[in-house]
């Protein structure tokens, strides 16, 4: 069990920490030899010590190129209880891939936390996962219980980049729909998952925009999310929230992109939205 600190009135603890495996800075976790799907659960905790109610989950490698789904689980083995799914790290080159997730998430005290991964490269992949877990979030932190991939992205899904963006500087795309299936519930809260590659060597800016609706009626929810398409971070994955904005059940979430550069049809942006149910 990992030592734990107390600044003020708030728990916390990283869990995972293994110093022994020279460049890690967490527990090693292996995908199958099959692309896309799931290897067996690695342990990051046997028990935890307290209550919390927020928890931060950094996801690693320092030399990889394959893109990564981790699901983080509570429960005996087993009988593991998936709390946060697919959690999404792609890599681009060489150098690294990492990722962040800061959840709002319940996990009791005594729960066993553990890890699964999937890749899309043959043959087994490994990342490194730590979680950091705090005795109390905010002063009235939503109570959520799990949190999921609600939209495709590139495992199996669909990137914005199928339409090969547009290369007209300030010109919308046009809406590309990322979940084949409407929402299977209602979300209090969403994050949203961008990760961009830009192979011609210039760094790209762009904004985002999110919608609902049906195909050729989507109603805009957030709109003009600053992105940054930067060659040399290739790989990196940035999440911005969570964020108040409620999802409902049957829904169809679509997004486009609007450059401010021309010429360079070749970059692409993949963009997801976890939802916390």
């Known amino acids: 069990m990992a030592d734990f600190a107390q600044c003020g009135a708030t728990l916390n603890e990283t869990l995972g920490i293994n110093n022994g495996q020279g460049t ?3 527990t090693a976790v ?3 030899a099959t692309i896309y799907v799931k290897g067996a659960y690695s342990q990051i905790a046997a028990a935890t010590s307290f209550d919390s109610s927020l928890a931060l989950i950094y996801i ?3 030399d990889s190129t394959p893109t990564f789904m981790v699901d983080i689980a509570i429960g005996p083995p087993g009988s593991e209880q998936i709390i946060a799914a697919n959690l999404f790290t792609r890599g681009q080159s060489a150098t690294e891939t990492y990722g962040r997730y800061l959840l ?3 996990i009791p005290a005594g729960s066993r936390i553990s890890a699964r991964v999937s890749s899309n490269t043959t043959g087994a992949q490994f990342i490194y996962v730590t979680v950091t877990l705090f005795g109390s979030g905010f002063s009235q932190p939503p109570a959520f219980g799990g949190v999921e991939l609600i939209t495709n992205i ?3 899904g669909v990137e914005v980049a199928s339409q090969n963006l547009n290369s007209t500087g300030g010109v919308e795309t046009a809406w590309l729909g990322h979940n084949a299936n409407p929402t299977p519930r209602d979300y209090k809260a969403i994050s949203i998952f961008m990760s961009g590659y830009c192979p011609g060597g210039i760094v790209l800016l762009g904004v985002v925009d999110f919608a609902l609706g049906p195909s050729g009626s989507e109603v805009p929810f957030l ?3 600053a992105v940054v398409m930067d060659p040399t971070s290739a790989g990196k994955s940035e999440v911005i929230g969570p964020l108040p904005i409620p999802i409902p059940a049957g829904s169809r979430v679509s997004t ?3 450059y401010h550069t021309t010429g360079h049809a070749a970059n ?3 963009c997801g939205i976890y939802g916390f149910y």
Do not use: A, F, N
Request: aromatic share 8%; proline share 4%.
């Open 256 to 258: 486009r992109i609007m």
């Open 268 to 270: 692409y942006l993949i």
């Open 104 to 106: 709002p998430i319940c």
């Open 24 to 26: 890690s800075v967490g």
């Open 60 to 62: 690693y490698r320092h």
């Open 223 to 225: 709109t003009d999310i």
């Open 30 to 32: 292996t995908s199958s």
């Open 154 to 156: 590139s495992i199996g």
